[in-house]
Structures are given as structure tokens and as C-alpha cells.
């Protein structure tokens, strides 16, 4: 990057890390750019576009590609849209206090990753003039792409997302028993069992939430006292769960209880997608898109 030097590739990196360090579960990476942005000083040159494609932003490409080494390196995790920082990163954040030496570090064990794959080694040296390849173009097309499932998701009636949660137990194997009808559920939106009778053990609680609070651990403890000895207990929530609500789940020894966040809910729902109900598969239709990824 001609006007760009690890320096600067540096301070904008350290910039993303001081905002997400001060989110441990991580933001989407919109906003983290934005808030860097709002942070930086930037030149002309990186206010300016590029000139293959004006309607592209350089300092946004400019920091999604300088930090393409530090997600190498350990330190940067780029999960569907949200960037979150490792202990790895917090600890270099700590140790390389000067911009370029955090930069050059990043890119040091980002070569030592890439030994024995030199057509990657070229992601850490933009070329003038051009836009960044197919590292950025997956990474932005994965970002898109999860965004539009997560809205589609937390902005379904709330009742066909309990429809998707039951299609999904279908597609796993599980016989679907009952599923809440419009009104107050006691706690309980669907029964699953894992024959068809439902005669043999455990029956399966199911309690389904779509919103996008957290649920804390006295929410947790409500849905656990729904569960009878023999009951295992399925926890969906688009919002997540606090840390101490996942921390009682873990060390429940009398009430079996797994919990689930959207993101486990949409890999369950893609890793047994061909086995859910064509007339279901309406509920959330999925369609892959093949591109030309970067190396691993």
C-alpha cells in the first residue's frame, strides 16, 4: 500500500483492538470500522476510493486487509460478521505498544503460518490501484450473507420460529409431540421424545425465545424448574446467554439443560438441512453459493 505504512497499518489495527477490547464478546464489524473511523484522523488517501471501484471505501478495505495478519497470527477472531479479540491478542495489544512493531509482529507470524503457501503471502501487500481479492470478497460475502439470516431470524413471528425449532428436532431424529399454541405455555413451547410413542426416556422440554436479550441465569433457573427428573431441557434463544446463565447450565448435576444461541441453532439447521421437511425448509430456505476461497 504505497501511502499506507505499517506504522499507519498498525495504528488502525491497535484502534480496532482498543474498541473490541472494551467488548469481550466481540461487535459486528460494521460498526467496528465505523467507531475506528470516528476515532482516526484519516488522509485523503484514505478517505478516497479506489480507482477500479469508486463506490468502494479504501480505509474500510484498508483496515479488513491490514488485519488479515493479526487473524493469522491468533490474535483477531472474524466469525460471521463479528470480530471479537483472543487472550493472544490482548496480551500483544499489551507488549507491542508501538503502531508498527504490533503491525510487523502480525505479519511475522503471519508468514510463518503461511511457509510453503506463497501465493498468500500476497494479502499483506495491497497492490496499488487495486482492490482487495478473494480473502476480503468471502469475508465480506459471509458478513452479508449471516446478517440478512440473523435479521431474518430474530424477525420471524415468533410462532413459525417455534415451527423452525420443531422441524429442525424432526430432521434430528426426535418425534415432535407437541408444540405450544398461541397463548401462555407455562414455560413449555414444545415435547419431543425420542420414540414415537414417547414411552422411553428422557422426554425433551423444549423452551424457545426470539428476542435479542440475553437470557440470565434467573430465566435459566425458571426453565430448570419445569424439568422433571427424567427431562432433558432445550433452551433456544436468538439473544445468547449470559456468562453465569452458561456457567449454571454447565455445572447442573440434577437437571440436564443445553442451551442454544443462533449460531448454534443455524449450524444445526444447515448440517441436517436435507433431512428437514421440504414444506419447513420454507421457514428458513437456504441456497450455497460457491466462491473461490484463500488458502487455509
Not at 478517505?47 to 487473524?71: L, Q
Not at 443445553?258 to 414444506?279: G, I
Request: hydrophobic share 40%; proline share 6%; aromatic share 8%.
Amino acid at each position: 500500500m504505497a501511502e499506507i505504512t505499517a506504522k499507519r497499518r498498525g495504528e488502525m489495527v491497535r484502534k480496532v483492538f482498543e474498541i473490541l477490547l472494551e467488548h469481550p464478546d466481540g461487535l459486528r464489524a460494521k460498526e467496528v470500522l465505523e467507531r475506528a473511523e470516528k476515532s482516526l484522523t484519516l488522509s485523503d488517501f484514505e478517505k478516497s476510493t479506489y480507482p477500479n471501484r469508486p463506490d468502494v471505501r479504501r480505509f474500510e478495505k484498508t483496515v479488513r486487509f491490514a488485519s488479515i495478519p493479526h487473524v493469522k497470527a491468533g490474535w483477531l477472531v472474524k466469525s460471521r460478521g463479528r470480530w471479537s479479540v483472543t487472550e493472544e491478542g490482548k496480551q500483544a495489544y499489551r507488549q507491542f505498544k508501538d503502531p508498527e512493531q504490533f503491525d510487523r509482529e502480525a505479519v511475522r507470524l503471519y508468514r510463518q503460518w503461511a511457509a510453503g503457501r506463497p501465493e498468500d503471502i500476497a494479502l499483506v501487500e495491497e497492490p496499488e490501484g487495486e482492490t482487495p481479492g478473494a480473502a476480503l470478497t468471502l469475508e465480506e460475502a459471509e458478513e452479508m450473507a449471516w446478517t440478512e439470516i440473523q435479521q431474518h431470524l430474530e424477525h420471524m413471528n415468533p410462532y413459525d420460529f417455534q415451527r423452525l425449532v420443531a422441524a429442525l428436532l424432526r430432521a434430528m431424529g426426535y418425534h415432535v409431540s407437541w408444540i405450544a399454541p398461541p397463548g401462555p405455555d407455562r414455560g413449555i413451547d414444545i415435547l419431543a421424545h425420542t420414540d414415537p410413542l414417547g414411552t422411553s426416556v428422557p422426554r425433551i422440554k423444549v423452551q424457545v425465545k426470539r428476542h435479542q436479550g440475553k437470557i440470565n441465569v434467573a430465566g435459566l433457573r425458571a426453565f430448570l424448574a419445569v424439568l422433571g427428573d427424567q427431562d432433558v431441557g432445550l433452551f433456544v434463544c436468538t439473544g445468547g446467554f449470559t456468562t453465569d446463565a452458561e456457567e449454571e447450565a454447565r455445572t447442573q448435576e440434577k437437571r440436564k439443560v443445553t442451551l442454544v444461541d443462533l449460531e448454534k441453532l443455524f449450524d444445526l439447521w444447515v448440517r441436517h438441512y436435507d433431512k428437514v421437511a421440504e414444506e419447513d425448509k420454507k421457514l428458513l430456505p437456504l441456497r450455497p453459493v460457491y466462491y473461490l476461497a484463500p488458502a487455509e
